[in-house]
């Protein structure tokens, strides 16, 4: 059974579920705007975040090299640290070919004590060149980085911070575009590279207002940049033209020497070390791939509008409708966040679909106490109108508490229809029924008062005693099948139907004499006892015998016998007619039911009589059949249980 809908429910009900849904909708959207703050829900909203960044990958940037300090170059030169006059000769090889820019991501903090001249030879090496950018040490934000010792500083063309922003769960997916370490604020290494030889670029301008990390525009794993040996360049197996109108970023690959960082969001590159980030970095930066965060109130906003959304739809569609409407907005939400970054922007979107999760079963819910309290209501007013319902179940003894409510209304509502169905049979009874004998009277009465009697017609008053008689019986048949029906009698005592049949037969004896019909009843030898109402049983009993002497040919027969058939007695009552049409037997026992050939024809009736039979021996945990004798006629089996057999 459905939840009740706004349109379906009585007038109290909607405005009950109104104020239901603001409640839920203000509690719900209060919640959402809270998850919408910074660093809420940060692991939903950081796997869509690689998602996102993996979905709109572009190619590595051609104009990044990477010269990589690997595990074949410890090999061949030896243990780290290196003397610093490879380095300079590295950046002199590198220089020759005039590269954009050169970026060493090497820490130069502490002067050189073994080889003190290789500081000066670096230091020119550096100077001479003009392009290359040393970096700060990575320190947080807030802290003195240590900068590189004076020579190198002074001959650098610039300085850059190389601090990367881990997040809670380890990973690295964003960095600060500026950093505000005192005494100044710089921006960051692969940022400045750019600006080398063109600082005059907006990008390369301090900011008044320093921006808000920037998610890492990450490149596509293949092809990846291209990276060089540091032993080969070194060597002079790499020509300098190689490096030709490029940016070089020099720093450590090899393990133990490199920090390797978790980077879902690289396709294909789960981790990497920090000169491979800032390749990334540097990509993404000429190619404008890095993300910008949507403001919060922006995203505070998208998230509440989707989850409204939702709550509207659970509001005024049903449980089924609802459920799509909700899934259609989550897959619609993760798309939009998924498309956001080809416009440049990042959005978090983990608090909408949070809030679509959350909303569906809260929603489902109220509804589902709203119905349940709608149907406690409605059994409150059937029985408040006298219809017995079965016990209900508090849902303490286990169960399904809504399932059990829902038996019972079922159940009222096929009562309701079986009583709608009386109604419309005494609609009908009383309409053509009981109307019939009063319209012959008034009819016969106005015939004669206009023509005078008729000559082959039975006097004015017999012919209304006649009618008044039948409608007299009609009337007595409604009533006992009504009282059946409605109130079954509880009175049970022994019974002898030996007995009950005589006193029966007593009844017809006036009916079948003026049919010349004989009764043949043998009893037999013992008691034939059962439980049950005398009264209802004779009346029953009666009518069978009745209707037996009705509908067969005069100056015949009706056979009447008892027998034991195990732990029940059988009743049959045979008459000498034309039999019962085989297609009216199954709706023989419906009350007004009659054959059709009888319909019209000179044997009154309604259908009662027998449809009070059936119903006065089902409750008394018997049953009754009817179908037609091999030797003719058609017989009647009234079945019911011995007294003492059950």
Not at 196 to 208: N, T, V
Not at 307 to 313: N, R, T
Not at 337 to 351: D, F, I
Not at 515 to 521: G, I, M
């Amino acid at each position: 059974m459905p939840s009740p809908s706004l349109h379906t429910l009585p007038p109290t009900q909607p405005a009950r579920l109104w104020r239901q849904w603001l409640w839920l909708a203000l509690i719900l959207g209060s919640l959402v705007l809270w998850w919408s703050l910074p660093g809420q829900l940060q692991r939903g909203n950081a796997w869509l975040q690689d998602w996102a960044t993996r979905w709109h990958a572009r190619a590595a940037a051609p104009e990044v090299v990477l010269v990589l300090v690997d595990e074949r170059s410890i090999a061949a030169i030896g243990r780290w640290p290196w003397r610093r006059a490879l380095h300079a000769q590295l950046v002199r090889h590198i220089d020759a070919g005039q590269p954009q820019s050169i970026a060493l991501d090497l820490l130069f903090t502490e002067e050189e004590l073994d080889y003190p001249q290789d500081d000066l030879l670096l230091a020119q090496a550096v100077a001479d060149s003009g392009r290359v950018v040393l970096p700060l040490a990575p320190s947080p934000e807030g802290s003195n980085a240590p900068l590189p010792i004076a020579p190198l500083a002074q001959a650098a063309a610039a300085l850059g911070h190389s601090h990367l922003l881990t997040e809670a769960d380890g990973n690295v997916r964003r960095f600060a575009p500026w950093l505000a370490s005192p005494p100044a604020s710089l921006q960051h290494l692969a940022l400045v590279l750019p600006c080398i030889e063109r600082p005059q670029l907006p990008a390369c301008q301090r900011p008044a207002v320093l921006p808000a990390p920037l998610a890492i525009g990450f490149a596509q794993r293949l092809p990846s940049f291209t990276h060089y040996s540091y032993i080969d360049v070194l060597q002079g197996h790499i020509p300098s033209s190689a490096f030709r109108n490029k940016h070089v970023l020099v720093g450590a690959s090899a393990t133990g020497i490199a920090q390797a960082h978790a980077t879902p969001g690289a396709p294909g590159q789960p981790r990497m070390s920090d000169v491979e980030l800032l390749g990334h970095i540097l990509h993404g930066h000429l190619h404008r791939t890095h993300l910008q965060p949507v403001p919060t109130w922006v995203n505070q906003v998208l998230n509440l509008s989707v989850v409204l959304i939702g709550l509207l739809a659970l509001l005024w569609w049903g449980p089924s409708a609802a459920l799509l409407a909700c899934l259609g907005l989550g897959l619609l939400t993760i798309a939009g966040a998924l498309a956001a970054p080809a416009l440049g922007w990042l959005v978090q979107p983990a608090a909408a679909l949070l809030g679509l999760v959350c909303a569906y079963p809260l929603w489902s819910w109220r509804r589902q106490t709203a119905a349940l309290h709608f149907l406690q209501q409605e059994m409150d007013a059937l029985q408040a109108r006298g219809m017995p319902l079965p016990p209900q179940d508090d849902g303490v003894t286990g169960g399904d508490f809504f399932q059990q409510r829902i038996t019972v209304v079922e159940q009222a509502r096929r009562q309701l229809h079986q009583l709608q169905a009386q109604r419309e049979q005494a609609m009908r009874f009383i309409s053509h029924d009981i109307r019939a004998p009063i319209s012959a009277i008034l009819t016969r009465m106005d015939m004669e008062r206009h023509f005078g009697p008729p000559p082959d017609a039975p006097p004015l008053l017999e012919h209304i005693e006649q009618q008044a008689q039948r409608a007299l019986r009609l009337a007595d048949d409604f009533v006992h099948l009504a009282r059946s029906l409605e109130q079954p009698s509880q009175q049970r005592a022994p019974v002898e139907l030996g007995l009950l049949i005589d006193q029966a037969l007593d009844d017809v004896w006036a009916q079948a004499s003026a049919r010349q019909v004989q009764l043949h009843w043998q009893p037999p030898e013992d008691e034939a006892l059962t439980l049950g109402d005398a009264s209802q049983l004779r009346r029953a009993l009666v009518n069978l015998l009745s209707n037996a002497i009705q509908y067969g040919p005069a100056q015949s027969s009706v056979t009447v016998q008892l027998q034991r058939a195990g732990n029940d007695w059988l009743l049959r009552v045979r008459d000498r007619g034309a039999g019962i049409d085989p297609h009216e037997l199954p709706r023989l026992f419906t009350p007004f039911a009659r054959q059709q050939r009888h319909e019209g024809g000179p044997v009154s009736g309604t259908g009662l009589g027998l449809a009070y039979v059936a119903t006065v021996t089902h409750q008394h945990g018997g049953q009754v059949q009817a179908h037609n004798h091999p030797e003719g006629g058609a017989e009647f089996v009234l079945q019911l249980p011995a007294l003492g057999s059950r």
